[in-house]
């Protein structure tokens, strides 16, 4: 009962993985297919192999037919450069002994170069026989130089008068003959001529001859077909020129009139009781037919083999196809495997691993990926530790700088109250106001104010710069009353209204101050006219507002705009624009928030 339980465990994990589904879809997708695709291709494709084995046959015979075709092209072209040849007419036309006549035998010299140069040009080869006679008994052949026949010798050769009778035009024919070079007994395809250019009197006749083997099919290439059950014939009309001597030649000589085309294309005959495919193909230079008949029984046998071996290489190039699948299968997914193990350790808290996958497919993008998610995470986290200690700094910081602030103002009202009695009330109206700002500084409760509350404190900040100042210190705020209820976080313009007056340079100092609402956000721009800065300060200035602010004390532009990010998000923030004698121009992009009268003591973070 415990094994069944353990196999059912182990086959219902196998499938849960990718790799156990991409095997499940191997096996139900493509090897079940291909069974089934090899048994009914076993069973019903007899017919289409046997079409196709008959159409590759077919296509055997139709370029043999056309190579014998080829050849005896060639033969006939060579018969016409002689035959077209004016010196070659003349010489042979000569009724001059070119054994005793100097001339004549210069003609002779030339006329023997020709032959040899045709014979060349035409590629006939040392194999192929090329013979001229003329009517002075003399035989000239390029292999046999010159030969003096007997009279009336010429006239006994069996192809003489057919050639005769045809009067200039290509007699062909089948013989065994004697090579005048070596002596050697040879079967030749012979292409006879009259030379007649004129088409009278012959001058003349051509012989050339090429080895059957060389035209048709060498022993050794017959044998290996009769083996196969297959005869091939040439035919001329009902007459077997070559072919087996067989008793299939004799019975095709009468029967090749009666081959049968099925509604397949395929042709059959019965000679002697016994079916036999037809292959023919045209030889349209000797107005010729090559013939293959290919038993039927053996063909069949033939199929069979062929088929046994299609189903064979079809199993083999399966199982290696399968073999190669599964490795590739496991290189594949491994990466997988490796990327699911090092999630499992993120998840539980390990955030030093990664995982190590090559290449440029998907599966290493993702790892890579995960990888720069990992690094991205920890950045994360060292920088949420780095962000916590800086508050708890800040918080210490501003722990220090809020003791006992009671006592401070009780302190100053005391100071005031005896500069009053002692009669100096310029130095009472500086100390209530320095009171006035330390209480708004020290309610650190509130960090967002309404611009209405910043510009309030702006303004008694300005009273007292404007005392220690001697009055050279002015303020212009335009500020619409419908923006006056936006928030915006503390202390955002005393930095930069100090920043005017510390770096100014120039007094009388004024100082302008405009708000306006421009697509959805709240642009506060500050205006002074100062000294300004030239481009290489100003780019020095822009490039260290972005840098932390590591004090609390001396809240600066670079603080408010590190503020503002951190609150607001990136699009925000402060920009400064300057030029030499044309001041210097802040504008703080805010978000437009409107404080509504039950919302005044909340947090806007």
């Not at 070119?98 to 035409?122: D, G, H, M, P, R």
């Not at 009902?238 to 299939?248: E, H, N, R, W």
């Not at 009780?410 to 009669?423: P, V």
Request: hydrophobic share 40%; aromatic share 10%; proline share 2%.
């Amino acid at each position: 009962m415990s094994r069944c339980l353990l196999k059912m465990s182990i086959k219902h994990n196998l499938f849960k993985t990718l790799r156990g589904k991409i095997i499940l879809s191997l096996l139900v997708l493509i090897i079940l297919p291909v069974i089934f695709i090899v048994y009914n291709f076993y069973i019903s494709t007899k017919d289409i192999v046997q079409l196709q084995l008959y159409q590759v046959n077919q296509a055997a015979v139709d370029r043999k037919a056309a190579s014998m075709d080829e050849l005896a092209t060639r033969i006939v072209n060579a018969s016409n450069l002689i035959m077209n040849d004016p010196d070659m007419e003349k010489f042979l036309k000569e009724t001059d002994d070119w054994t005793s006549n100097y001339l004549a035998f210069k003609s002779f010299t030339y006329f023997q170069t020709k032959i040899s140069n045709v014979q060349e040009l035409l590629f006939l080869g040392s194999d192929a026989y090329l013979t001229l006679y003329d009517n002075r008994d003399y035989m000239y052949s390029p292999l046999a130089a010159v030969k003096k026949m007997r009279p009336g010798e010429l006239a006994t050769e069996p192809w003489y008068q057919p050639t005769l009778q045809l009067n200039g035009y290509n007699y062909w024919s089948f013989y065994k003959t004697i090579r005048e070079d070596d002596g050697r007994t040879q079967n030749q395809l012979v292409m006879t001529r009259q030379l007649n250019s004129d088409r009278q009197r012959g001058y003349g006749m051509i012989y050339i001859g090429i080895p059957t083997a060389l035209f048709f099919y060498n022993d050794t290439e017959l044998h290996n077909q009769l083996t196969s059950g297959i005869h091939s014939l040439v035919i001329n009309e009902d007459k077997v020129m070559l072919g087996q001597v067989t008793s299939i030649g004799a019975a095709a000589e009468s029967l090749l009139s009666h081959t049968v085309t099925g509604d397949n294309g395929i042709k059959t005959i019965t000679l002697e009781g016994e079916e036999y495919l037809v292959n023919d193909a045209y030889i349209p230079q000797l107005s010729w037919k090559l013939v293959q008949l290919i038993s039927q029984k053996d063909f069949v046998a033939q199929l069979s083999l062929e088929k046994n071996k299609t189903i064979i290489w079809v199993m083999v190039w399966f199982v290696l196809f399968a073999i190669a699948f599964i490795v590739l299968m496991i290189r594949f997914t491994g990466p997988f495997k490796r990327l699911v193990k090092s999630m499992n350790q993120v998840g539980k808290g390990e955030l030093n691993t990664t995982v190590l996958i090559k290449g440029e497919d998907e599966i290493a993008i993702l790892g890579k990926n995960f990888n720069k998610m990992v690094l991205h995470l920890q950045e994360l986290i060292e920088n949420l530790s780095i962000e916590q200690q800086r508050k708890q700094k800040a918080q210490f910081q501003a722990l220090q700088a809020q003791i006992n602030p009671h006592f401070l103002l009780n302190t100053l009202n005391s100071i005031k109250w005896m500069a009053i009695l002692s009669g100096s009330e310029h130095v009472s109206e500086m100390i209530s106001k320095l009171g006035k700002l330390l209480n708004f500084t020290m309610k650190n409760e509130e960090e967002f104010v309404t611009l209405r509350e910043e510009l309030d404190y702006l303004q008694v900040y300005m009273s007292l710069q404007e005392i220690r100042y001697h009055d050279q210190i002015s303020i212009v705020i335009e500020v619409p009353e419908s923006l006056m209820d936006c928030e915006l976080l503390k202390f955002t313009l005393q930095p930069a209204i100090e920043n005017s007056i510390i770096h100014g340079n120039r007094f009388p100092l004024q100082i302008e101050i405009h708000a306006e609402e421009k697509a959805g956000k709240l642009l506060i721009t500050l205006q002074d006219n100062g000294v300004g800065m030239s481009e290489e300060t100003i780019q020095l200035v822009k490039s260290q507002l972005t840098q932390p602010n590591a004090k609390y004390s001396g809240i600066g532009i670079r603080n408010v705009n590190e503020r503002i990010k951190l609150h607001f998000g990136v699009q925000y923030g402060i920009q400064i624009f300057s030029q030499i004698d044309q001041g210097v121009r802040i504008i703080l992009e805010l978000p437009l928030v409107r404080r509504e009268a039950n919302d005044s003591n909340i947090d806007r973070r």
